[in-house]
């Protein structure tokens, strides 16, 4: 009888592995849900500090829930000194993503909460390390530039206090603001590829600080959370909206990838894309130069365009594309742009382990285990046989 041949779903697209109450994401439609709230109603009214806690709590907090949870983040932002000294001694050019990413299981060992098993130690260490996130990032970008890291404010929200730890100055309120929207569309997004892998070391039982550390690798990659970077070097590479025409037929016709565009989820437009372009215009205006707005603009027609011609269907943004020209406008290093990512996505991550360590919606086997098709030899109908090293 002829051996049964696996069912093949390469790179897991189509299989759901798990049921979650933490987001939704419709491709179809263009529809981003956190826990239940629709992310396009929840950008520009709501803090990155509420959606922190909608998704570790489930559900919006009151006034003072939300005063009180703020102040838990401000005065868990502080990183120990042990973690800056050790930064201090990395070489100055390591990339961002890797110097945040090496910094995590480090403080784990500081978390006094580390070795207990119940929820609420769980979202305390969640709370730290959100909290704990900018803070690194920051500091990183000051040391590598021979500066010395500037102690958080309590009084500042998460956001612009991220921004004053960057640039030992305080934003104003469009920017911190701008901000703050960028970190609250980029909080969560379902099942994606760091996410996974978040969950998938957290269903080993290992803690928090394991899981977020293979997040964080997953993350740095540029067919993900690496692509506002890339998207931001391109933008820069080609220069001039002149030149968009001539770059697009190029990289289409040697098979190449136009960063920013493209999603293995949405068939229309990303949601949160079309809510940080007019922020990036309004920064492009504000600094009287909308050359980056202008560029990203006739890249994002251009390319859809070229794309449909060429492949015979559409293409839209994602969330990469216009948030790459939005922190360039707030004078943000570009490297730095996938660690904001992080900054932020560190919620929907801590969620998504509490729910896979404390019980998602639905029971699933504990251990994420699947299985692969060996397509390797067995030197004909049976194992290869052994041969002694004197003998090969
Ligand atoms: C995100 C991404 C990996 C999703 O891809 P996907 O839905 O799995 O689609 P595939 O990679 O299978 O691509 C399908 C086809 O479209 C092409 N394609 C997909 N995105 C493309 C892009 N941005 N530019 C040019 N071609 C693209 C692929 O080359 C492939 O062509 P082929 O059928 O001739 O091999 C892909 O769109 C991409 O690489 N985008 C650029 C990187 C990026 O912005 N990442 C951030 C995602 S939020």
Redesign the pocket.
Same mark, same amino acid.
């Given at each position: 009888m002829e051996a049964c041949k696996p069912v093949l779903n390469t &790179?897991l +697209?189509g299989v759901t592995i798990a049921s979650t109450k933490i987001s939704d994401v419709k491709g179809a439609e263009g529809k981003l849900v956190y826990r239940g709230y629709r992310v396009k109603d929840l950008a520009g009214k709501i803090s990155f500090e509420e959606v922190v806690y909608l998704l570790l709590f489930e559900q919006l907090p009151d006034k003072e829930a939300l005063a009180n949870f703020k102040q838990q983040i401000a005065e868990q932002r502080a990183v120990p000194e042990e973690i800056l000294t050790a930064m201090k001694a990395m070489p100055k050019d390591s990339l961002p993503m890797d110097v945040l990413q090496a910094t995590v299981p480090m403080m784990a060992n500081y978390d006094p909460d580390l070795r207990k098993t119940d929820i609420n130690s769980a979202t305390r260490m969640a709370v730290r390390l959100t909290a704990r996130f900018a803070t690194i990032v920051a500091a990183w970008d000051r040391i590598r530039n021979g500066k010395d890291p500037v102690a958080p404010e309590p009084r500042l929200s998460q956001a612009a206090n991220f921004l004053y730890m960057l640039n030992d100055e305080l934003p104003d309120d469009e920017l911190a603001g701008f901000m703050d929207t960028g970190l609250v569309l980029h909080a969560e997004h379902s099942f @994606?590829a760091s996410t996974f892998a978040a969950r998938e070391v957290a269903s080993t039982k290992a803690h928090l600080y394991a899981a977020v550390a293979a997040a964080v690798g997953s993350l740095s990659g540029? !067919?993900? /959370? /690496? $692509? @506002?970077t +890339? =998207?931001m070097q391109m933008l820069l590479e080609i220069g001039e909206v002149g030149k968009v025409d001539d770059y697009v037929t190029n %990289? !289409?016709d040697t098979? &190449? =990838? %136009?960063? &920013? !565009? &493209?999603? $293995? =989820?949405y068939q229309v437009d *990303?949601p949160r894309a079309r809510i940080l372009e007019p922020m990036s215009l309004s920064l492009g205006k504000r600094a009287g130069d909308t050359r980056w707005y202008d560029l990203s603009k006739a890249l994002e027609v251009k /390319?859809k365009a070229a794309?449909k011609k060429k #492949?015979g #269907?559409d %293409?839209f943004v @994602? =969330? *990469?594309?216009y948030s790459a020209s939005l922190y360039y406008y707030m004078g943000i290093a570009v490297d730095l742009f996938s660690p904001i990512f992080a900054i932020s996505r560190i919620a929907g991550w801590s969620a998504h382990v509490i729910e896979e360590q404390f019980g998602g919606a639905a029971a699933k086997p504990t251990l994420y285990r699947p299985e692969s098709d060996y397509v390797g030899d067995y030197c004909g109908p049976d194992e290869c046989q052994f041969v002694p090293m004197d003998e090969r």
């Open positions: &790179g +697209r @994606n540029p !067919l993900h /959370g /690496g $692509a @506002n +890339r =998207v %990289i !289409l098979g &190449g =990838v %136009i960063m &920013g !565009l &493209g999603h $293995a =989820v *990303d /390319g794309f #492949k #269907k %293409i @994602n =969330v *990469d594309f």
